[in-house]
């Protein structure tokens, strides 16, 4: 469960007035109102990981992280940025005004007006220019598979070799001595 903004003193400097939580724009809406002196707000089009009501409030909102999240995804290998989108929608802020009979009965909303996107995604030309940076990756691991088999291969041969000799492994062997001459004349002392 999400916490709302004004239930989170943290969170109060995004309100119009810090010390009146009821000043708080909706989870989920950013206000412009400092910034353009307007009632706008912008948030994710079609209030995508905003407050449910804002949503509920609009008839035919369907959000959606596939088309209306905020993403990009990386080569992880090289970081080469793949596809990428960047999507925001501006909202109007619209509350009743009792001095115009036409807007009197209005209930307090946020309208959207229009959102936009940016978004780009390599084409097989560009991606074809990364594949050069895959070989030494390649040959990285076709070395590595040869050197477990050659190791895995060794430690079995050397096993059977083992195996078929016996047991005992002579580590020494004894040679008689023959002819053997003494380099000190026992004689003389």
């Known amino acids: 469960m999400e916490i709302p903004l004004q239930a989170d003193p943290k969170l109060h400097c995004f309100c119009d007035d810090p010390e009146d939580p009821e000043s708080c724009p909706p989870r989920g809406t950013f206000s ?7 009632p706008m707000s912008v948030s994710l089009p079609h209030f995508y990981a905003a407050d ?54 209005m209930r307090k909303l946020v309208q959207p007006m229009f959102w936009v996107q940016e978004s780009v995604a390599l084409n097989k030309t560009w991606t074809d220019m990364l594949k050069p940076l895959f070989i030494g990756k390649k040959v990285n691991k076709i070395i590595r598979n040869l050197c477990l088999f050659f190791g895995i291969a060794g430690i079995l041969l050397s096993g059977i070799i083992f195996a078929k000799k016996g047991e005992t492994i002579p580590v020494t062997t004894n040679v008689p001595i023959q002819n053997v001459r003494p380099s000190i004349d026992s004689k003389k002392f």
Do not use: W, Y
């Open 32 to 38: 412009l109102f400092k910034c353009v002196g307007a």
């Open 52 to 105: 449910s009501k804002l949503s509920g409030d609009i008839g035919g909102l369907h959000p959606n992280e596939q088309d209306h999240a905020i993403f990009l995804d990386f080569e992880l290998t090289t970081g080469t940025p793949f596809n990428a989108a960047k999507r925001l929608q501006f909202n109007l802020e619209v509350e009743p005004v009792e001095q115009l009979d036409e807007m009197k009965k």
